[in-house]
């Protein structure tokens, strides 16, 4: 059965691209078979720590309608059983993915052929992000021990459950216009916890009441801490866990640590993973000792989600990036 791992952060450059491609590395290494997919449109960078000249068609091509299927774009990669699909580093300006390209890529995914296909994806909580993020209910968010990594970590969960709720009722429905309305008042600045809102979906129908706690109680990302240093780090992801715990009612397992280390900051400048170069430095051992997790527990399958306010998403990309 093949797995998708989306990578998320909510701050850029906590090492999602990094550890993307040394955790594809790992896991083929341990006789799997693997595709990272550079989906961080306008800042698109796995080829290069991949070693990966920029010269294949990519991510790009699809969303330009210029290949019709993701596996058509699959490149080789120095290691036996990883492939890439690089990102859009031949065109410029992707970064506003239009609705029926991020469709056709969401309905791609699955058919993949891989063990596992890891989504190295931008930084922050654009609505593409957070649907490629809900292809999973158990993807990776990467933060590092700074609190504003931290601030940030926690932002996005909180998007990604307003997200997931959202999608979880059809794009007419009186609980969808629910989670709109409410996520306008938050916007005006009412501090509404999410537990508000799914009571207000319960007193408007309580099937779908349990629906949404459901969905809720499913989505289990696994955080990754990474560039740790001392000993406080694992005190600033348990705090992590417990402002989660406390103002999202959701729990979050923490998947690996990974420390700050001076061979990891050297492989993008080397153009060669960390772990085919260092493979026993310590972040080379964290990564290993993720890939088995990541192996050893497997995730459930992501319930089926709702499509996306379609009609008005349309008139979004045609005046571009006006919403
Ligand atoms: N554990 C680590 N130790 C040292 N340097 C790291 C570590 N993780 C990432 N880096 C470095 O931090 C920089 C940003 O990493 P990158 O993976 O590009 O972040 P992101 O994809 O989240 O923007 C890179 O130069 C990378 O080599
Ligand atoms: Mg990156």
């Known amino acids: 059965m093949q797995h998708l791992i989306p990578i998320a952060s909510g701050k850029g450059g906590v090492g999602k691209t990094l550890l993307a ?16 997919i550079d989906l961080d449109l306008g800042g698109s960078n796995l080829h290069t720590l991949l070693g990966i000249r920029n010269s294949h068609p990519g991510i790009g091509h699809f969303i330009y309608k210029k290949a019709e299927t993701l596996e058509e774009l699959l490149v080789e990669t120095s290691q036996h059983q990883l492939f ?6 031949l065109f410029c300006a992707t970064a506003n993915l239009p609705f029926h390209r991020k469709q056709a890529i969401l309905k791609q995914l699955p058919d993949i052929p891989a063990d596992f296909v890891i989504l190295d994806l931008g930084s922050g909580t654009t609505y593409n992000t957070l649907d490629l993020f809900l ?8 933060t590092s021990p700074d609190t504003t990594a931290i601030l940030n970590a926690y932002s996005f969960l909180k998007s990604a459950m307003f997200r997931l709720l959202q999608r979880s009722f059809s794009a007419k429905s009186s609980e969808r216009h629910l989670v709109m309305d409410f996520l306008q008042q938050k916007m005006e600045g009412g501090n509404h916890h999410i537990q508000e809102l ?11 009441g349990n629906r949404a706690r459901e969905a809720l109680s499913q989505f289990r990302p696994r955080v990754v801490m990474n560039m740790g240093r001392t000993a406080q780090d694992i005190r600033l992801g348990g705090r992590l866990r417990k ?3 406390d103002n999202l009612k959701s729990g979050i397992e923490f998947i690996a640590y990974l ?12 153009r060669t993973p960390t772990l085919l170069r260092y493979p026993e430095c310590p972040y080379s051992q964290g990564i290993k000792h993720c890939a088995h997790r990541i192996i050893q527990e497997p995730v459930p399958p992501m319930q089926a989600l709702f499509e996306d306010d379609q009609d008005l998403q349309e008139l979004a990309d045609q005046f571009g990036n006006l919403l």
């Open 21 to 36: 491609a040394n955790l594809g590395i790992a896991l083929a290494q341990q006789g799997k078979t693997v595709v990272l």
């Open 84 to 89: 890439l699909i690089p990102g859009d580093g």
């Open 135 to 142: 292809t999973s209910s158990a993807g990776l968010l990467v």
């Open 198 to 208: 799914v009571e207000q979906i319960h007193r408007l129908d309580a099937e779908s």
């Open 243 to 245: 402002v989660v715990q």
């Open 259 to 270: 420390p700050q280390d001076e061979y990891a900051s050297r492989s993008p400048l080397e």
